[in-house]
């Protein structure tokens, strides 16, 4: 790691000052890399960017300002970083013309007491660089530790990225096999203005399935994107952004974490597929009114159920991802979530206490998940809770992602029957009738409902319908023989009338 050109000024033994600063910098901001010693016309084949030039100025004798200033300015193109200049060796102060291109080039001059030796300088740099390279191992071991130590709590993989994001001062974002960025709760994500070329970036990586490591500069932020997993079994993407390119030390914090996420997303594929099963048959327990049984294994595995009363949710199996499991199993492992899922049918079921957490409603919403709440029920009547949850849950859409089970009381019974797929048990009932051709469909149709709405009287409907009476009988009549029912029965009535408000009088054939 480079020194500090203020370190070196503020040294009482070299009594060096700075003549002319840096055009763009602060001497404090100024770093060396190394100092090396040259009095030739031109230094430049033998120095390395970000060195420090010392030289007693045996070059500049007898010689004009252009080529004084062609020297400043190789040397600014070089990407020295300052020039030490010994006075009282050769020339007893700094020449004018040196100042001057100095002055207008940019570059930091330093004078150099005639008592300095120029080794000296050479080993205080060498000692400042072997000090903060020593700094930084220190450093790394104590990452790494702490990094370890992390990977061992129960959120291990969401500990260790808190705790890169921690050590290196970055954000840092981790997505999954299919690009889908994982949430991880208290982890500094990308800012808004990144976001998007990161995923791109991260999705582009894991299309060609190779492992590979991504270094690019975006304005001031350096981004570096890892691969997770091997060749073939890529298992993700690892972003960190940070505010310039890593050095060797961070490197290997990264790399560190990389290899334990590795391990720790290759061994959650083994453990999730077991925990998923384990819930799985909790679920069925408790809907079996196993709940002795179910609570004991609960607590001896994740700490307990939710107390009553509870609501659950049912996510529509649909729009699940991986993305979305891996979240759901973040959130349940941290005890003050308070809630329980399983997956059940295709669909997974969240149970919370007195409410669904607003985190779980974010993650629905997040994923483009469809989901229903139920009312608050007891675990006595979880089939009751997850009967509602499911019936709300075919109501929502994208536009509606959550819809909550009371909400569909205002929508009445038909609202609740549309919602239950009460629509095709209705063009079932209604088949024979809606496999006519139009006119006559919609005719027959709105017969039997306007015939229905007035109490099955045949006057009122034949005036509402502006067709004699005869023409009102024999259509309803029509309509018994197709679909063999006996209108009436009061029961058969309320069934045929709810059939024709689901599907509508004028109806697409079955």
Not at 233 to 255: F, I, K, M, N, Y
Not at 257 to 276: M, N, P, T
Not at 341 to 358: C, K, M, N, Q, S
Not at 419 to 431: D, N, P
Request: charged share 20%; hydrophobic share 45%; glycine share 8%.
């Amino acid at each position: 790691m480079p020194a500090s050109l203020q370190s070196l000024l503020q040294h009482p033994e070299f009594r060096a000052r700075l003549v002319v600063p840096d055009g763009s910098r602060a001497a404090r901001e100024v770093s060396v890399s190394w100092a090396h010693s040259s009095d030739l016309a031109d230094p430049t084949p033998w120095l390395e960017a970000g060195q420090l030039l010392l030289t007693d100025g045996a070059q500049f004798a007898d010689v004009d300002e252009r080529f004084t200033s062609e020297y400043v300015r190789r040397l600014v193109e070089h990407d020295i970083h300052a020039l030490g200049f010994a006075i009282g060796v050769i020339h007893p102060a700094i020449p004018r013309a040196l100042i001057a291109a100095c002055a207008e080039h940019g570059l930091a001059l330093i004078e150099i007491g005639r008592e300095t030796l120029f080794i000296s300088i050479i080993r205080f740099v060498a000692g400042e660089i072997a000090a903060e390279s020593r700094a930084r191992v220190q450093w790394s071991l104590d990452a790494h530790r702490s990094i370890a130590r992390a990977a061992l709590s129960s959120d291990g993989l969401g500990a260790i990225l808190i705790e890169l994001s921690a050590q290196l001062d970055c954000w840092v974002a981790l997505f999954d096999s299919t690009g889908a960025p994982l949430h991880v709760p208290g982890l500094s994500a990308p800012p808004a203005e990144l976001r998007q070329a990161v995923e791109a970036a991260a999705y582009e990586t894991l299309v060609k399935g190779a492992r590979a490591g991504l270094s690019i500069i975006h304005s001031d932020v350096g981004i570096s994107l890892q691969t997770i997993g091997q060749r073939g079994r890529l298992r993700g993407v690892l972003a960190v952004g940070t505010s310039g390119p890593l050095d060797p030390a961070g490197h290997e914090v990264v790399e560190s974490v990389i290899g334990i996420a590795s391990i720790v997303l290759e061994q959650r594929r083994e453990l999730d597929a077991a925990r998923r099963q384990l819930r799985t048959g909790l679920l069925e327990l408790l809907m079996a009114g196993e709940w002795e049984v179910a609570s004991r294994t609960a607590a001896s595995v994740w700490g307990g159920l939710p107390a009553e009363p509870i609501v659950v949710t049912t996510i529509a199996g649909e729009g699940l991802s991986p993305s979305a499991l891996d979240e759901l199993e973040l959130e349940a492992v941290r005890s003050d979530r308070g809630f329980f899922y399983a997956e059940r049918g295709g669909d997974v079921l969240l149970i919370a206490g007195a409410t669904t957490p607003p985190e779980l409603r974010s993650l629905i919403a997040r994923h483009g998940m469809t989901a229903g709440t139920s009312s608050r029920v007891s675990w006595a009547d979880l089939r009751l809770g997850v009967s509602e949850a499911t019936h709300a849950a075919r109501a929502a859409s994208p536009a509606d992602p959550v819809v909550d089970y009371e909400s569909l009381a205002e929508r009445g019974l038909r609202g609740l029957l549309r919602v239950a797929g009460g629509e095709s048990v209705a063009r079932t009932l209604l088949a024979p009738v809606l496999r006519l051709r139009q006119p006559e469909r919609t005719v027959l149709l709105e017969t039997v409902r306007v015939w229905l709405e007035h109490h099955g009287a045949w006057d009122p409907a034949a005036r509402a319908l502006h067709v004699h009476r005869h023409t009102v009988k024999n259509r309803v009549e029509t309509a018994e023989r197709m679909l063999g029912v006996d209108l009436g029965d009061f029961a058969v009535r309320a069934e045929i009338w709810s059939a024709i408000e689901l599907v509508g009088v004028d109806p697409e054939s079955s």
